[in-house]
């Protein structure tokens, strides 16, 4: 059988697949072999990369978003020359291989997101894509356009019934962002069967009335000239972005095609074998490359390093004439501070005057996004409260609209709050940018698919998040946070901070900062809280810390965000009593773990009951402390005052559980050891 190059190249990618899926008995073969052709094309002709330096700064962003495919992108990856070999393609989905059973961009070279939860791809793809609209217009010059880069996507069925693509492709047509491209795998095929059966709304007049641009191919197994004029006429739409409705058959030419087996099970070996005969293989070849194809993929992998070193030359030129500009650029992409940033951060007396913690952040964050341009910030629906958009910031719009321009750093995501968590997950992985997102902290967990791979793609996002327990009041349980920060503080590199008072909000900020490779949740109140004596910037690096103290103390107070002041003054109702206690303030039970036992031992010291205060769950801090001041069930709806006294969450009530926890132990003899692993 004589195939041209192009054809010969998207058969040995189907089988491929087939062999690498098969391979492991495990994996996704249907939708890579139905991809093959539209992916080949995006690559081969569209998509500008450098596989020897695949981070390099103008390169365009590729978002495999229906990521149970990725078999697909292993195979071009190997083939255009990234650091994919066929023994890597041969290990997929073992332990400590390059291809893992979804992308993960801290495991396989060149990849710009992480992606398996449907949906959260092409959503991070508007996060990029606004992205370069942003340096595009802060950097860009006449005569140099060092961002100039595309964002395509492939997308699936399932990725457009997940409410957070709504939201965010919602966004992507109100910003207008014309270089996002998305070829859409329409295959009419889920895991539970044909889409007739869940899923027949009419897709191209949702995107439509979206603001997008929208085409369709309707040969998607072969028609390899339409889906290249498909991706030319979306390039040529500068003020939508685009979807384009590739019809293809999941599991192409394969015994299963067009059936739910397609999806999620490896071929049989007969049906391997069938296949490779009719694409023109030798069956009897596992894991084969024809030498054409290799050849034909290299010319492609050519013209990425002919790309990057034009850019490169036209960098150098810009440098020269615009060096403040291009070292900026430098700075923000290595993910280096500017110089002294940490001498902006706001310090406090305890006579400076109350305020909510939601309010020391607006504090810092204004003093700091006059030294850190890195910062993007944005609110779903809720800038008034959440407080985190600073004095000078510009809206991010686009210019036609009249609201703003690409240059502007505030987001407006709208009541969004899953799509816009994952827009931030985009912006980080763009590079150069930190993202701040905020709303109530009750409603992190309706994000928290995107909050997740924030920390599994060890990425520094940061989550504003304010009004943060029983102590917003009259909204009642719903919007009252109980359980939240217990899976925060469980989840892996995850910071959660919940700061006491305005030097710990700015330890808050100066720890988030520096941690280049983790989210962080910032907890913060609506109602005010004093500037405690004792309270520090520092110290918020250690996660807990003595605040105030007691000589002989016989009796450990640990406090957290709003309620270290009720702490504090428990320890002074006690020591009325004759009953020394030391106030620990703990903002970030992960720093604290992280410290050397002998220092947490110097804080929590053994042999001392420990109280914990908390108006959240009480929870988790059974690691911490012997008793508990705090939530044993939901909130209710009421001034903050009535609530607070009818949970028990008072000074005489840290008083009285002091009290009974020294009582308790000096009946028992002795006092239990806390947070031992063994």
């Not at 901070?497 to 720890?511: I, K, L, Q, T």
């Amino acid at each position: 059988m004589v195939q041209s190059p192009d054809l010969l190249s998207i058969n040995t990618v189907r089988v491929l697949s087939a062999d690498v899926t098969s391979g492991n008995k495990s994996g996704h073969p249907g939708g890579p072999i139905g991809c093959a052709p539209m992916a080949h094309v995006l690559f081969h002709r569209f998509v500008n990369f450098n596989p020897k330096n695949p981070d390099f700064i103008n390169k365009d962003r590729f978002v495999l978003s229906n990521g149970h495919a990725c078999a697909l992108q292993y195979v071009l990856w190997h083939l255009l020359g990234f650091d994919v070999s066929m023994d890597d393609l041969k290990n997929f989905r073992q332990l400590g291989s390059k291809c893992p059973g979804h992308p993960e961009r801290t495991d396989t070279p060149g990849l710009d997101v992480t992606t398996g939860p449907l949906g959260q791809g092409i959503s991070n793809a508007v996060g990029l894509a606004a992205s370069e609209a942003h340096f595009a217009a802060k950097f860009n010059k006449p005569g140099y356009e060092i961002f100039n880069n595309y964002t395509y996507v492939i997308l699936g069925d399932g990725c457009l019934q997940e409410g957070v693509a709504a939201e965010a492709v919602s966004l992507a047509g109100h910003w207008k962002l014309g270089k996002l491209i998305c070829l859409y795998d329409d295959n009419d095929v889920t895991i539970d069967g044909h889409n007739e059966i869940q899923f027949t709304e009419d897709t191209v007049k949702r995107f439509e009335a979206y603001g997008w641009h929208v085409s369709y191919v309707e040969k998607g197994n072969e028609d390899i000239e339409g889906i290249a004029k498909a991706i030319e006429e979306a390039k040529a739409v500068t003020d939508k972005p685009s979807l384009i409705k590739i019809k293809t058959t999941i599991g192409y030419g394969s015994l299963i095609q067009d059936t739910s087996k397609a999806h999620g099970s490896p071929l049989a070996d007969d049906d391997v074998r069938q296949l490779k005969e009719k694409f023109g293989f030798n069956p009897d070849e596992k894991y084969h490359v024809p030498q054409e194809v290799y050849e034909f993929y290299q010319s492609r992998t050519k013209h990425g390093e002919e790309y990057e070193a034009a850019w490169n030359a036209l960098f150098q030129k810009y440098a020269t004439e615009y060096p403040a500009e291009a070292a900026e650029i430098k700075r923000r992409f290595s993910k280096q501070l500017p110089d002294n940033w940490e001498q902006v951060l706001p310090r406090f007396q305890p006579s400076d005057p109350p305020l909510a913690t939601r309010k020391f952040s607006e504090v810092v964050l204004n003093a700091l996004a006059s030294a850190i341009p890195d910062f993007t910030s944005g609110s779903a629906d809720l800038s008034g409260s959440t407080l985190n958009r600073w004095k000078t910031a510009t809206d991010f719009q686009h210019p036609s609209t009249g609201l703003g321009d690409y240059s502007g750093q505030y987001f407006s995501y709208g009541v969004r709050e899953h799509g816009m968590f994952a827009i931030m997950n985009g912006m980080a992985c763009y590079g150069g940018i930190i993202p701040i997102g905020a709303t109530f902290l009750n409603f992190l967990t309706y994000g928290w698919g995107a909050a997740r791979l924030s920390a599994l793609s060890h990425l520094r996002v940061f989550y504003v998040m304010t009004h943060d327990s029983i102590g917003l009041g009259e909204d009642g349980p719903t919007h009252q946070p109980i359980e939240t920060l217990l899976l925060t503080r469980s989840t892996p590199n995850m910071l959660t901070f919940r700061p006491a008072d305005g030097n710990e909000v700015s330890g808050s900020y100066m720890c988030a900062l520096k941690d280049t490779s983790k989210p962080s949740i910032f907890s913060l109140s609506r109602q005010p809280v004093p500037n405690l004596e004792g309270s520090s910037i520092e110290n918020v690096a250690k996660g807990g810390y003595v605040l105030q103290d007691k000589p002989g103390y016989k009796v450990i107070l640990v406090g957290t965000g709003t309620e270290t002041s009720i702490a504090v003054e428990g320890a002074q109702l006690l020591a009325s009593k004759g009953i020394p206690a030391r106030v620990v303030s703990m903002p970030c039970t992960e720093l604290y773990d992280a410290q050397s036992d002998e220092y947490k031992q110097s804080v929590l010291t053994p042999g001392v009951p420990v109280v914990s205060v908390e108006a959240l769950g009480v929870y988790g801090w059974e690691r911490y402390a012997h008793a508990h001041v705090g939530m044993k069930g939901f909130g209710a709806s009421a001034p903050i005052g009535a609530l607070y006294k009818h949970f028990n969450i008072t000074p005489e009530a840290v008083a009285d559980k002091a009290q009974a926890a020294l009582t308790h132990f000096s009946k028992v003899g002795y006092v239990p050891q806390l947070g031992v692993e063994i």
